[in-house]
Structures are given as structure tokens and as C-alpha cells.
């Protein structure tokens, strides 16, 4: 008995591992993204239209993490949010991608190395 109520917890939390994930990604989208990205204000890349996100995918994860966290054009830095971390921001954006087409996943740590580097050399420009 007690040992099946391991393999079950275990089981349950396999499952609810991904899915809080995910959920922060929605939350974050829900919160700050929305604003803009629901209806395309100001021509932003609107939420589940695959035309206007096909282009963006294309670019590539770390490129685009990294520039739209930056700002770039009429995207404000952020989301507009200053205290929004880079991993939070890119759960949102990463939620975004694929409810428009997209199949991302949540960086790696090395992969979050390049991101921060390209920042850097962003930043460092303005
Ligand atoms: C105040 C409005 C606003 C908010 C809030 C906002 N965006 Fe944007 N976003 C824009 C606009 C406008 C563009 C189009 C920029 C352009 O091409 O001129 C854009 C473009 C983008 C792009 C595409 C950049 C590219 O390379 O072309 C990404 C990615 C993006 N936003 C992610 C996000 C994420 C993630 C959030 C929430 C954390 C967010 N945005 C919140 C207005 C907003």
C-alpha cells in the first residue's frame, strides 16, 4: 500500500510539473502581454494569428527573447514592466509562440547564457 502511494505521488507530480510551468507563462501573458498582443495594438503580433507570428518564429528562440526583451520598435522594454524577469518574460512569450503556431520550449540554462549575452551586446548599444 505504502508503496503504490509513492508510485503515486510521483506520478501526480510528473504530471503537475509541466503544468505549473505552462501556467505561469498563461499568468504572465494574462497579465502584462495582453494588453497589447490581444488585439495587435500599435501592430504587435496578435495572440493565436499564426500569419503575424510566422516571421518572428523564424528568427529563432534566443534572438528574439533577447531583442523583444530589450524593446525593439513600438514593443516597450519589458512589456513594459520593469521588474519582469527574463524568465518570466520569456515563459509569456514562450506561451504565446505556441498558442500562434509556434513550438518553443522553455530554454535551457546554456541557452539562457546566449540570450543574456545577446542582451549585453544589446543594452550596450542604446
Ligand atoms: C504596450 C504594448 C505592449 C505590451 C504590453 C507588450 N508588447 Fe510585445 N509588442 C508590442 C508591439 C507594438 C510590437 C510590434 C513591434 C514592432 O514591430 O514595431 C510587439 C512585438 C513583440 C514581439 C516581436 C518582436 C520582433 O522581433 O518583431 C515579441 C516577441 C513580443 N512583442 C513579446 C511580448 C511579450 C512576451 C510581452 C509580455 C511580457 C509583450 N510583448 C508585451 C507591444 C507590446
Sequence with gaps: MLRQ????SFFVLTLLVPLTSSASGESTYKSVCIACHA???NGAPKFQNNRDWASIIKEGKIHVIAEAYNGVRKMPA???K???TLE???EALIYMVNASGGKWSTPT????IKIKNKLSKLSSKK
Excluded: V
Design 78 to 80: 519589458k512589456g513594459g
Design 109 to 112: 540554462e546554456q541557452e539562457y
Design 88 to 90: 518570466d518574460f520569456s
Design 82 to 84: 520593469p521588474d519582469l
Design 5 to 8: 502511494t509513492i508510485i503515486f
Design 39 to 41: 488585439a495587435g495594438m
